[in-house]
């Protein structure tokens, strides 16, 4: 079964550093991994997408790696401002889930400090 | 383009009421899902539909019914609400379930069962 898991839960930084999110899963055949965004009381924002065969996307000051053989992707945020803070989540679509079934990771709850 | 819209946005229920959850998407988009967000749990997939007239289970059905009478609308009913069904409820869509295909989410609707 697969599991995603996102460490820390939680990251406080200070306004124009660079934020760093990881994400683990344990079974890596996958079609691909989303990465998204929720703010309180929201939905769920798609960021970025990388398919299997990809090692990394980029959108704006969004940069996601994905290596696949060992079950993780990074999530990078460059410069970062208080608008980022959020809830990030990944998810990925595996091989043998039914239909376009998501399994998500826990999430990493932002706060970017003035 | 509206993406996908969710009605209603709040709900509380008594226990043993019945309603539907309104889910529509404007993308013409042949995949739809629903999902339940629990703190600690994450996300869980209720149902899904890979095109009108089709539906599937996903890992937590029970209590919830589907149809897909149309491409556009994937309503949630929730036959004799109970209140471990208290949660907020996604829908989302995507064009259809090949490993490029970006899931979309509707802003979500918070369910109370008292």
């Known amino acids: 079964k697969q599991e995603v898991t996102q460490i820390p839960a939680a990251l406080s930084v200070p306004e124009g550093e660079n934020l760093v999110l990881n994400c683990s899963f344990t079974?890596?055949?996958?079609?691909?991994l989303q990465w998204f965004r929720q703010d309180p009381g929201k939905g769920l924002t798609s960021l970025l997408l990388?398919?299997?065969?990809?090692r990394e996307q980029t959108s704006g000051r969004l940069n996601a790696s994905l290596d696949k053989s060992s079950g993780r992707s990074t999530l990078y945020i460059a410069a970062s401002q208080p608008g980022d803070s959020a809830t990030y989540l990944c998810?990925?679509?595996?091989?043998?889930?039914?239909?376009?079934?998501?399994?998500f990771g826990g999430g990493t709850r932002v706060l970017v400090k003035p | 383009n509206a993406g996908v819209t969710q009605t209603p946005k709040f709900q509380v229920l008594k226990t043993g009421q019945s309603m539907t959850l309104q889910c529509a998407q404007d993308m013409n988009h042949e995949y739809m899902s629903w999902y339940r967000q629990d703190p600690g749990m994450g996300l869980r997939l209720i149902h899904y539909s890979v095109g009108a007239g089709i539906t599937d289970q996903g890992e937590v059905p029970n209590g919830y019914n589907v149809s897909r009478s149309t491409t556009e609308d994937f309503p949630l009913r929730l036959l004799s609400a109970a209140p471990s069904q208290t949660s907020v409820y996604f829908c989302?869509?995507?064009?259809?379930?090949?490993?490029?295909?970006?899931?979309?989410f509707g802003p979500g609707t918070r369910l109370t069962v008292l």
């Open positions: 990388i398919q299997s065969s990809q």
């Open positions: 079974d890596s055949a996958i079609y691909n």
């Open positions: 998810a990925v679509r595996g091989v043998k889930a039914a239909g376009n079934k998501l399994t």
């Open positions: 989302a869509s995507s064009r259809g379930t090949s490993g490029t295909d970006t899931q979309y």
